[in-house]
């Protein structure tokens, strides 16, 4: 082990790092993340606008190459926790001696006392639907057998809330488009608002400030912009979060994995509507939606995958 980890307690276990201040929010403000690129409108008169950056980022594991993902570029560490943590190649015990990124070659190594091998893993990734080319493997399945899901409570005026917060927080969506968001919520409150290209991507940038910062997941809301497919309740579910919810819709296979792992699944949340199609149990209708507004349209997203 290098001798600055040695002298860093804080890299002993993933679990002990500082908590950074909540909630943490996008920073569309932030250069790296957007290019002023210039064009023609319509009429044919020039026009300057905002555009996503996207570029690679290489993660590994130990000493083997995992995968390659397409990224806007922020929360390197947190996206490459938390994607080997949903593939789970990451154990919940596991200790992280060190996430260590290299801006100029484009590359996060995360590192654990425990040896890894995952090359027969990593021969089984597919493809996946969503932007970005989300990948999984083969047996991401496996993790839902036996799993069994909190029975938190979700409140219609904690839904209602939330997406309000969202939809008006400032972000590199309202300020370039192209992009999918995925907020970590506890009750009413916005507590990790992730953004990336791919849906895929944000999600599991939340689950590595989960598994970094050690946070429980019985007792929160997992919102996102983005549709609600297979992979995106199989990613919810393995993080112990029991309430996923969407301003898109659903696909059939993301509806049947829901039920089967008992997971409130709603969607098509625009101003006073919404649909849940699993583990309405969970579900207090404690506002009237004749008294919630309207969203307002310069808040308004403008369809799900823009």
């Given at each position: 082990?290098?001798?600055?980890?040695?002298?860093?307690?804080?890299?002993?276990?993933?679990?002990?790092?500082?908590?950074?201040?909540?909630?943490?929010?996008?920073?569309?403000?932030?250069?790296?993340?957007?290019?002023?690129?210039?064009?023609?409108?319509?009429?044919?008169?020039?026009?300057?606008?905002?555009?996503?950056?996207?570029?690679?980022?290489?993660?590994?594991?130990?000493?083997?190459?995992?995968?390659?993902?397409?990224?806007i570029g922020d929360h390197p560490e947190y996206l490459a926790l938390g994607f080997l943590r949903n593939q789970g190649m990451l154990r919940p015990d596991d200790e992280v001696t060190g996430v260590d990124f290299d801006e100029e070659i484009e590359t996060v190594v995360v590192r654990t006392t425990r040896q890894t091998?995952?090359?027969?893993?990593?021969?089984?990734?597919?493809?996946?639907?969503?932007?970005?080319?989300?990948?999984?493997?083969?047996?991401?399945?496996?993790?839902?057998?036996?799993?069994?899901?909190?029975?938190?409570?979700?409140?219609?005026?904690?839904?209602?809330?939330?997406?309000?917060?969202?939809?008006?927080?400032?972000?590199?969506?309202?300020?370039?488009?192209?992009?999918?968001?995925?907020?970590?919520?506890?009750?009413?409150?916005?507590?990790?608002?992730?953004?990336?290209?791919?849906?895929?991507?944000?999600?599991?940038?939340?689950?590595?400030?989960?598994?970094?910062?050690?946070?429980?997941?019985?007792?929160?809301?997992?919102?996102?912009?983005?549709?609600?497919?297979?992979?995106?309740?199989?990613?919810?579910?393995?993080?112990?979060?029991?309430?996923?919810?969407?301003?898109?819709?659903?696909?059939?296979?993301?509806?049947?994995?829901?039920?089967?792992?008992?997971?409130?699944?709603?969607?098509?949340?625009?101003?006073?509507?919404?649909?849940?199609?699993?583990?309405?149990?969970?579900?207090?209708?404690?506002?009237?939606?004749?008294?919630?507004?309207?969203?307002?349209?310069?808040?308004?997203?403008?369809?799900?995958?823009?």
């Amino acid at each position: 082990m290098p001798a600055e980890q040695e002298r860093d307690p804080a890299l002993k276990r993933s679990r002990r790092v500082t908590l950074p201040d909540l909630p943490l929010l996008p920073d569309p403000t932030d250069q790296r993340l957007t290019r002023r690129i210039t064009g023609t409108d319509h009429t044919g008169a020039a026009t300057e606008i905002s555009v996503v950056e996207e570029r690679p980022l290489t993660i590994y594991l130990n000493r083997q190459e995992i995968v390659t993902a397409m990224t806007i570029g922020d929360h390197p560490e947190y996206l490459a926790l938390g994607f080997l943590r949903n593939q789970g190649m990451l154990r919940p015990d596991d200790e992280v001696t060190g996430v260590d990124f290299d801006e100029e070659i484009e590359t996060v190594v995360v590192r654990t006392t425990r040896q890894t091998s995952y090359e027969e893993k990593v021969q089984k990734k597919t493809r996946t639907s969503g932007c970005a080319v989300g990948t999984v493997f083969g047996d991401m399945m496996e993790g839902l057998e036996g799993l069994t899901l909190p029975q938190a409570e979700v409140r219609t005026s904690w839904l209602y809330a939330l997406a309000k917060q969202i939809n008006s927080t400032p972000s590199l969506y309202l300020e370039a488009g192209a992009i999918h968001g995925t907020v970590l919520c506890q009750r009413d409150t916005p507590l990790v608002y992730m953004e990336d290209v791919g849906r895929h991507n944000a999600v599991d940038k939340i689950a590595g400030f989960m598994f970094r910062h050690g946070v429980r997941a019985d007792d929160k809301i997992l919102y996102t912009t983005g549709r609600l497919t297979s992979e995106m309740v199989i990613k919810c579910a393995l993080m112990g979060i029991p309430v996923l919810a969407s301003r898109s819709g659903f696909t059939a296979w993301g509806v049947e994995i829901a039920r089967q792992v008992g997971l409130t699944l709603i969607g098509r949340m625009r101003g006073q509507r919404f649909v849940c199609l699993s583990g309405e149990d969970r579900l207090l209708r404690d506002a009237d939606p004749g008294e919630v507004p309207e969203e307002a349209g310069k808040h308004r997203r403008k369809g799900a995958d823009a």
